[in-house]
């Protein structure tokens, strides 16, 4: 039966528990009661993994007790309770004990599921230098001469080259190994993520010393990175023995280097931290990493030789909320301290992309339209920025601003007040004659005298000014600047040909409106342009967002547009959300759409940029998400698709990606939206 839409389970994740119980050196009964204790709480938690220290059943501190057969009998029969008692839990079950085989002695991880021990897991790599002398009591995997043991009255496969597959649950392959193993140059977890491990479990002792932590946390940051996987750690906590040594009880989550959870450290009670994992996040990055499959190809006998242990997954019932921070606005990071890095990143890549075009073509004019809209105020801050790089006069920038049909006079205001603060050649060219007699000419009613606001009345004002541009350029020895975003390129929300589509060079063509936005307002609080030029910004970012192209009714205000361009294709805040995750990991629509609403569904939580004002935190129910992804999925498939393959020239900006066809994105003009729209309305209540 499938989860409800509610459900994580519905949506391609699973979730990961990492434990850290309280322990007593050498006393398995104290040992396995807190064990238990932690793993109740995590099938409570309705987690699928749930990963606990290094030998924890023993207590890693143990030394040459480990060669009592009394401690390991008394371990022997505390592994087998949890065995006993899993039968009844959600998670697998990750728990560390000393196993005497052959007469050697494994360090080893027993993976455990519903009553059954799936695999057993010894350490590969034991270290033996400074505090650490594991090889005087444990044997390396390497030395084990057989691949099945005898456990709990079950035989199980023995060996660090397992992987536990789900057969149910696409996607969710887990590999385990043990502390030191992640410290060396080739993990086992690298081996297994080629084999198609996406989940990968430490279970670790590691005793704390000053500065440790942050190398744990690069290590397993940077493995769940080159793996393109999660990676879980657990190390050991309270009650391992202080002898010689400290420990901090550090557990942490990861996903492909991304921190989802991580514990607090030197904490005296047992705890648990919990994280949602993305596993589709994961197999959509992999599909689209070509290394990744050449260094399948390359390592193809090794990885042939890892040994798949099937499982049946029961997937927890009902609804389970996800636990997870979906960021409102994936292009902008909430963090101030990261924002402003990433606005100054995106900002220079702008301005060098120009750069380089400029010298290039030895042209050192740019010929700009500014509307007093968001999308050319950004553009010619960053024409202005340029000018001042390469040593020109901002003068050489020739800005013009056009007023059709429908101009309002605050946007007309603004696009002067900004010109004439940043000391660009400011001129007015009025469209409206050479636009009525191109409407006379075809024989629009409007050129006629009626009041008809079609869309040719409407592309025809943009293509005007295109036009003028253009002829601009030609005359004054400049190159056309585009200023159109990333979010009107996925909606098609632009003129074709001539018409905003088309520029010499397009410095925002890979920048969503959303972000753009941002960067407006960095450039304010950062002083780039001085007081004048950033009151004039503000009032820019206070304006509805309009094309301007309809005019307003007899007797409305005439100050304000008329237009709402959020109306008519949705929020871009909404449509940028939708853009990212459909460009980005290629999600089914009905996953981003309770990516979405985990997002947007209530202002209250999570948390909010400290530059978007409390009357702008918008919410938003899950059917008005539903209303306009379909308007999103509708034009950004079936019919925008052939002005992005003829977009100009521009750099590439974010990860999030570009949508030109030299690019990030290539695709056909004339595919169907079909699939897109049916999923979402099949599974999006």
């Not at 809209?373 to 202005?384: C, E, M, P, Q, R």
């Given at each position: 039966?499938?989860?409800?839409?509610?459900?994580?389970?519905?949506?391609?994740?699973?979730?990961?528990a990492?434990?850290?119980?309280?322990?007593?050196?050498?006393?398995?009964?104290?040992?396995?009661?807190?064990?238990l204790r932690?793993?109740?709480?995590?099938?409570?938690?309705?987690?699928?993994?749930?990963?606990?220290?290094?030998?924890?059943?023993?207590?890693?501190?143990?030394?040459?007790?480990?060669?009592?057969?009394?401690?390991?009998?008394?371990?022997?029969?505390?592994?087998?309770?949890?065995?006993?008692?899993?039968?009844?839990?959600?998670?697998v079950?990750?728990?560390?004990?000393?196993?005497?085989?052959?007469?050697?002695?494994?360090?080893?991880?027993?993976?455990?599921?519903?009553?059954?021990?799936?695999?057993?897991?010894?350490?590969?790599?034991?270290?033996?230098?400074r505090?650490?002398?594991?090889?005087?009591?444990?044997?390396?995997?390497?030395?084990?001469?057989?691949?099945?043991v005898?456990?709990?009255?079950q035989?199980?496969?023995?060996?660090?080259?397992?992987?536990?597959?789900?057969?149910n649950?696409?996607?969710?392959?887990?590999?385990?190994?043990?502390?030191?193993?992640?410290?060396?140059?080739?993990?086992?977890?690298?081996?297994?993520?080629?084999?198609?491990?996406?989940?990968?479990?430490?279970?670790?002792?590691?005793?704390?010393?000053?500065?440790?932590?942050?190398?744990?946390?690069?290590?397993?940051?940077g493995?769940?990175?080159?793996?393109?996987?999660?990676?879980?750690?657990?190390?050991?906590g309270?009650?391992?023995?202080?002898?010689?040594?400290?420990?901090?009880?550090?557990?942490?989550?990861?996903?492909?280097n991304?921190?989802?959870?991580?514990?607090?450290?030197?904490?005296?009670?047992?705890?648990?931290?919990v994280?949602d994992?993305?596993?589709?996040?994961?197999?959509?990055?992999r599909?689209?990493?070509?290394?990744?499959?050449?260094?399948?190809?390359?390592?193809?006998?090794?990885?042939?030789?890892?040994?798949?242990?099937?499982f049946e997954?029961?997937?927890?019932?009902?609804?389970?909320?996800?636990i997870r921070?979906?960021?409102?606005?994936?292009?902008v990071?909430?963090?101030?301290a990261?924002?402003?890095?990433?606005?100054?990143?995106?900002?220079?890549?702008?301005v060098?992309?120009?750069?380089?075009?400029?010298?290039?073509?030895?042209?050192?004019?740019?010929?700009?339209?500014?509307?007093g809209?968001?999308?050319?105020?950004?553009?010619?801050?960053?024409?202005?920025r340029?000018?001042?790089?390469?040593?020109l006069?901002?003068?050489?920038?020739?800005?013009?601003?056009?007023?059709?049909?429908?101009?309002?006079?605050?946007?007309?205001?603004?696009a002067?007040?900004?010109?004439r603060?940043?000391?660009?050649?400011?001129?007015?060219?009025d469209?409206?004659?050479?636009?009525?007699?191109?409407?006379?000419?075809?024989?629009?009613?409007?050129?006629?005298?009626?009041?008809?606001?079609?869309?040719?009345?409407?592309?025809?004002?943009?293509?005007?000014?295109?036009?003028?541009?253009?002829?601009?350029?030609?005359?004054?020895?400049?190159?056309?600047?585009g200023t159109?975003?990333?979010?009107?390129?996925?909606?098609?929300?632009?003129t074709?040909?001539?018409?905003?589509?088309?520029?010499?060079?397009?410095?925002?063509?890979?920048?969503?409106?959303?972000?753009i936005?941002?960067?407006?307002?960095?450039?304010?609080?950062?002083?780039?342009?001085?007081?004048e030029?950033?009151?004039?910004?503000?009032?820019?970012?206070d304006?509805?967002?309009?094309?301007?192209?309809?005019?307003?009714?007899?007797?409305?205000?005439?100050?304000?547009?008329?237009?709402?361009?959020?109306?008519?294709i949705g929020?871009?805040?909404?449509?940028?959300?939708?853009?990212?995750?459909?460009?980005?990991?290629?999600?089914?629509?009905?996953?981003?759409?309770?990516?979405?609403?985990n997002?947007?569904?209530?202002r209250?939580r999570?948390?909010?940029?400290?530059?978007?004002?409390?009357?702008?935190?918008?919410?938003?129910?899950?059917?008005?998400?539903?209303?306009?992804?379909?308007?999103?999925?509708?034009?950004?498939?079936?019919?925008?698709?052939?002005?992005?393959?003829?977009?100009?020239?521009?750099?590439?900006?974010?990860s999030?990606?570009?949508?030109?066809p030299?690019?990030?994105?290539?695709?056909?003009?004339?595919?169907?939206?079909?699939?897109?729209?049916e999923?979402?309305?099949?599974?999006?209540?």
């Open positions: 039966m499938r989860a409800p839409f509610q459900s994580i389970y519905s949506h391609g994740f699973v979730r990961a990492v434990c850290i119980p309280a322990v007593r050196v050498a006393d398995p009964v104290f040992n396995l009661e807190h064990t932690l793993a109740r709480e995590a099938s409570d938690a309705h987690a699928a993994v749930a990963l606990f220290p290094e030998l924890g059943l023993s207590a890693y501190t143990c030394e040459d007790l480990f060669q009592q057969d009394a401690l390991l009998d008394a371990v022997r029969d505390a592994l087998a309770r949890v065995v006993q008692e899993s039968v009844g839990m959600t998670p079950l990750l728990v560390g004990a000393p196993l005497r085989l052959g007469g050697h002695i494994f360090n080893c991880a027993f993976v455990i599921y519903r009553g059954r021990v799936l695999g057993v897991v010894p350490k590969s790599y034991l270290p033996n230098y505090e650490f002398y594991e090889r005087r009591w444990f044997a390396r995997a390497a030395e084990a001469p057989f691949t099945e005898q456990v709990c009255g035989l199980v496969p023995f060996g660090s080259d397992l992987l536990f597959e789900a057969q649950v696409e996607g969710f392959a887990l590999h385990v190994e043990i502390c030191e193993d992640v410290w060396t140059p080739i993990p086992p977890s690298s081996w297994a993520a080629l084999a198609g491990a996406t989940v990968l479990a430490n279970l670790s002792a590691s005793n704390i010393t000053v500065g440790k932590a942050e190398y744990r946390r690069d290590l397993c940051a493995q769940s990175g080159r793996c393109v996987a999660a990676y879980l750690y657990s190390a050991a309270p009650g391992e023995s202080t002898t010689d040594l400290a420990w901090d009880g550090h557990a942490l989550i990861y996903e492909n991304e921190l989802l959870a991580e514990s607090h450290r030197f904490v005296p009670e047992p705890h648990m931290i994280a994992v993305d596993l589709e996040r994961l197999a959509q990055d599909s689209r990493l070509t290394f990744f499959h050449d260094n399948v190809a390359d390592h193809r006998a090794r990885i042939e030789g890892i040994r798949r242990i099937p997954f029961r997937v927890p019932e009902g609804e389970i909320p996800l921070d979906v960021a409102r606005f994936p292009y990071p909430d963090d101030p990261e924002r402003d890095a990433r606005c100054y990143e995106a900002y220079n890549i702008q060098h992309g120009l750069m380089k075009r400029l010298s290039s073509t030895g042209i050192e004019k740019i010929v700009i339209g500014v509307s809209g968001l999308d050319s105020t950004h553009a010619l801050i960053v024409a202005a340029t000018m001042d790089a390469l040593g006069p901002r003068a050489n920038i020739l800005a013009y601003t056009m007023p059709g049909f429908a101009t309002s006079e605050g946007t007309r205001s603004n002067w007040k900004l010109m603060a940043l000391g660009v050649t400011a001129q007015e060219i469209i409206r004659p050479s636009s009525l007699q191109m409407l006379r000419d075809i024989g629009h009613p409007y050129g006629a005298g009626q009041p008809v606001y079609d869309v040719t009345f409407e592309n025809v004002q943009a293509g005007e000014r295109t036009s003028h541009l253009f002829r601009l350029a030609n005359f004054h020895d400049g190159l056309v600047l159109g975003d990333l979010s009107e390129l996925a909606l098609g929300w632009a074709y040909g001539v018409g905003d589509q088309m520029s010499h060079y397009n410095v925002n063509g890979s920048v969503p409106k959303t972000l936005q941002y960067l407006i307002s960095w450039v304010i609080h950062s002083g780039q342009f001085g007081d030029a950033g009151a004039v910004l503000q009032s820019i970012l304006t509805e967002i309009s094309p301007e192209l309809v005019p307003a009714d007899a007797g409305d205000d005439t100050s304000q547009p008329a237009q709402s361009t959020q109306e008519k929020p871009y805040e909404l449509q940028d959300f939708t853009l990212y995750y459909v460009t980005r990991f290629g999600f089914r629509p009905s996953k981003v759409a309770y990516l979405a609403w997002a947007w569904s209530d209250a999570g948390r909010w940029s400290d530059l978007l004002p409390a009357e702008k935190r918008n919410q938003y129910e899950l059917a008005t998400i539903k209303r306009w992804m379909e308007v999103f999925l509708w034009r950004f498939f079936k019919t925008s698709q052939f002005k992005r393959s003829a977009m100009p020239n521009g750099p590439k900006v974010g999030g990606g570009s949508l030109s030299r690019g990030d994105w290539r695709a056909p003009s004339d595919s169907e939206a079909t699939v897109w729209l999923e979402l309305r099949k599974n999006v209540p």
